[in-house]
């Protein structure tokens, strides 16, 4: 069939192909509009006609397998609960205030069968071998002086006292702190590092270290403001009296453990310090592969000195007439330490 039109118009005749391939014209109603009819297949495939409201508005109904509607609220907001599956049950997975997900790496078990949750700081401050020994706490600083002595001071005290780098005997980074007590008078040799305090009160610090030919003690110590006073702890392995010592409330070294020690440069013992910086009290010591609740011991307590930093601390006591050395290296320090059980 043909139109014939005026020649100031132009027509154009649309065209559509149905589902068996047919052209089929396409048609406009008495006011030239073109009126769309969606369809749907279901699952069994029957088609359906998509319905839209009197305002010609298309709504959607969501809708789960077992028949049950998904709902909106009156603000128009799609509300989901999800849940994930572990153990063969159904747990719902939670969101914070702000209604984000939080998702954390977490470790089978440590060393102490603790599952742990590990934040991708913590998990960057693991790649370092250094940090091996005890996987608590988060670690805000370490060393392997594989690149050299940090920024520190050091204690000296006697003849012959020193702290030099030593490529000899290493742990990690192919360089060892050499700590070499002096032969006279107080005997030490200790090398320090400030650090600014956290504001997070369970603080650890471990070290490995190896004593040739002998010593009479080796220490790790650290001391900070915090909460109006100046605390100081330590924790130090009495050589020669084959004794686990910390520093008591006067000052003081005080026996708490005995232990066994073999003086030898190529062997490094480990040893961790863990305290409670807002009470003043210890929680707990490692000592190789031990490990030692001090709940029940106390700190040095004093008049606050307004320090903004943390001094933390190794050193060698050696013998009358000798220079005792220690080999130290992967220094760790750590916050956040978990508390006592």
């Known amino acids: 069939m043909s139109i014939e039109l005026p020649d100031w118009l132009r027509g154009t005749l649309l065209l559509g192909r149905d589902g068996a391939g047919n052209i089929i014209p396409i048609l406009i109603d008495a006011a030239g509009q073109i009126n769309v009819l969606l369809r749907g297949v279901d699952v069994l495939g029957n088609v359906h006609t998509v319905r839209t409201d009197a305002a010609g508005q298309l709504y959607a109904i969501l809708r789960g397998a077992g028949g049950v509607d998904v709902g909106v609220d009156a603000f128009g907001n799609l509300t989901a609960v999800l ?7 159904l747990h719902t997975i939670a969101v914070d205030a702000d209604g984000r997900i939080e998702a954390f790496l977490m470790d089978g078990a440590d060393q102490w069968s603790q599952t742990l949750r590990v934040g991708t700081a913590e998990a960057s401050g693991r790649l370092n071998p250094i940090h091996s020994y005890d ?9 392997d002086f594989g690149l050299g002595i940090p920024s520190g001071y050091t204690t000296l005290s006697g003849a012959g006292a020193a702290v030099v780098l030593a490529p000899e ?6 360089y060892a702190l050499k700590l070499t007590g002096g032969s006279t008078v107080n005997h030490l040799a200790q090398w320090n590092v400030n650090i600014a305090t956290t504001n997070t009160y369970r603080l650890g610090l471990s070290a490995e270290f190896s004593i040739a030919p002998n010593a009479t003690a080796f220490e790790l110590r650290f001391d900070l403001d915090f909460a109006g006073l100046h ?4 924790l130090r392995v009495n050589i020669a009296t084959l004794q686990l010592q910390y520093i008591n409330p006067a000052g003081a070294w005080a026996n ?3 232990i066994t020690f073999t003086p030898l440069a190529t062997n490094f013992y480990k040893m961790k310090l863990v305290t409670n910086a807002f009470t003043g009290d210890y929680i707990r010591c490692l000592y190789n592969d031990e490990e030692y609740p001090m709940t029940m011991y106390a700190g040095v307590n004093a008049a606050g ?4 930093y943390t001094t933390f601390s190794v050193g060698i006591e050696s013998r009358n007439a000798v220079n ?9 320090v750590t916050t956040n330490e978990p508390p006592p059980p």
């Open 83 to 89: 849940k994930g599956i572990f153990g063969g049950a």
């Open 135 to 143: 996987w608590r706490g988060n670690v805000i600083y370490f060393c």
């Open 169 to 174: 005997y290493w742990r990690n980074g192919g």
């Open 231 to 234: 605390k100081s702890f330590g």
């Open 256 to 258: 708490f453990h005995p």
């Open 305 to 308: 000195t307004g320090a903004a």
């Open 324 to 332: 005792d050395v220690a080999y130290v290296d992967s220094f760790v």
